[in-house]
């Protein structure tokens, strides 16, 4: 009989463990669904992610423009006058075909001017071909597990 007792306890204490291992497990989880059910997809975080910009964060951020669009043009990719929005500030090419070398050239220019101003972020997005935005970004949607080298 004790050792029934004995096996039961060892028995309780592995189920134990194993849920308490499983609850702290590494990894990606599943957010908790928002009230009304519908959790917001990457596409509309990044869609809703931009700050309406104050006068001073405008011209902050418009200063950087000019200058990112005269080395752009130096690199022999022709851009509009950068368009101030109230979230955003877009700079399209002017230019038809759309060079390939887009992508490569906006990391130069950023990194040769040291960088969009602080807080603040230079994208060329996916699908909008020939657009470049900088602006204020809400918060950073890039996933904290992925690592550069």
Known sequence: ???????????????????????????????????????????????????????????RLLRFATAFRSCMDNRGIDLSAPLPRPTKIILRVSMSPIPTTIRTATFACGDRLGGPPPGSSLQTPRGQAGLIVLYLPKQCLLDPTVTSE
């Open 1 to 59: 009989m004790f050792r029934r007792a004995l096996i039961g306890v060892v028995l309780a204490a592995l189920v134990l463990a194993v849920l308490v291992l499983h609850a702290r497990r590494t990894g990606p989880r599943r957010a908790p669904t928002p009230p009304g059910g519908v959790a917001k997809t990457y596409q509309r975080l990044a869609a809703a992610n931009f700050r309406t910009l104050t006068s001073a964060q405008s011209t």
